[in-house]
């Protein structure tokens, strides 16, 4: 189940708020401009499905936002438990960093960990299927797809290149609760 939880950044013990209620979710993130918003495939979805059978179930929501807010690349990332770099790929996300361009991934299946740095609280969402997040550029935040990471997401890019990120150097993301799937709390 999706989830947002909002801290005090100096209090990760201190739980704010703690929603699993998406327009909730959706209001509390649309204060601090991050986007969150629910899609629906058109078409079934199976594992092992390519990237364009998968991106043709999302067409029409694929084309509408990338129409709207001038995407160039769209694509799509699958990673499975037994990934032989998943240790490698989970450190590259886990430290604050920010990107000169929206950062827009939609979970096709699978779950994240997006936490974002935003005015002086912590705002943790756990992303699961059907999720999409839109977190703007230049804001601080990291990703932690946990130890056995599991997910297929469509990611959007302004710029061809890809995802480039800024790091903070702050150790305020080790502050925080990791990902672990399954865990209560």
Known sequence: ?????????????????????????????ERIGVGFEQWTASK??????TPEHIMEAYRADIDRISQARGFKTVDVVSIAPDHPERETMRAKFLDEHYHKEDEVRFFVAGSGLFTLHVEGKVYELKCEQGDLVSVPDSTLHWFDMGPEPSFVAIRFFTEPDGWVGYFTGTDIAQMFPRYEPGAAG
């Open 44 to 49: 079934p979805i199976v594992p092992g499905d």
């Open 1 to 29: 189940m999706s989830r947002l939880r909002i801290f005090s950044e100096d209090n990760p013990s201190d739980v704010l708020l703690s929603t699993s209620e998406h327009s909730r979710m959706a209001q509390e993130l």
